[in-house]
């Protein structure tokens, strides 16, 4: 084996133990780096869950305003067809007493008769019920304070 055969197998050895040694350098100085990104990928990971939890605790908050605001609105809805309704009332009842203010006159005569008509008609009957109970009462006065 000759001199150059022997020189060519050293550089090839010597460039493979640099080339070793240079890669174990490398991997060394980038095993920092992957460590410092495999945390960071955890501590993203743990971020995007508190994020999630987050997001789902408001949208939670979210739906439940929603639904008060719409029973709220409901609510409001009935109160307003209440008032309205009201309103109807308060407005037939002003028509009915502006119709009994220009009708008073009249109304006013008309009762006047039939409590009249009504007098005549129950008003014996009336003084007959009054004598019997007061004879009644005074009988048993009588009974209890002579007898």
């Known amino acids: 084996m000759t001199l150059e055969y022997w020189i060519a197998v050293g550089?090839?050895?010597?460039?493979?133990?640099?080339?070793?040694a240079g890669s174990l350098?490398?991997?060394k100085?980038?095993?920092?780096?992957?460590?410092?990104l495999q945390d960071f990928q955890v501590k993203t990971q743990q971020e995007m869950e508190r994020y999630?939890?987050?997001?789902?605790?408001i949208n939670e908050r979210v739906q439940k305003l929603n639904g008060r605001v719409t029973t709220l609105s409901k609510?409001?809805?009935n109160r307003a067809d209440q008032f309205t309704d009201l309103s109807d009332r308060a407005?037939?009842?002003?028509?009915t007493l502006s119709v009994l203010n220009e009708n008073k006159a009249t109304l006013a005569k008309d009762v006047v008769k039939e409590s009249g008509r009504q007098a005549k008609k129950q008003g014996p009957q009336?003084?007959?019920?009054?004598?019997k109970t007061?004879?009644?009462t005074f009988q048993k006065q009588k009974a209890r304070y002579i007898g």
Do not use: C, F, W, Y
């Not at 550089?11 to 070793?20: C, E, F, K, Q």
């Not at 100085?29 to 410092?36: E, G, M, P, S, V």
């Open 91 to 95: 407005n037939e009842l002003g028509h």
């Open 75 to 77: 609510e409001a809805q």
């Open 52 to 57: 999630n939890s987050e997001a789902d605790l």
């Open 29 to 36: 100085r980038i095993k920092n780096t992957l460590n410092n």
């Open 126 to 131: 009336m003084m007959k019920l009054l004598g």
């Open 11 to 20: 550089i090839a050895v010597l460039a493979l133990i640099i080339l070793v």
């Open 134 to 136: 007061l004879k009644k």
């Open 25 to 27: 350098i490398a991997l």
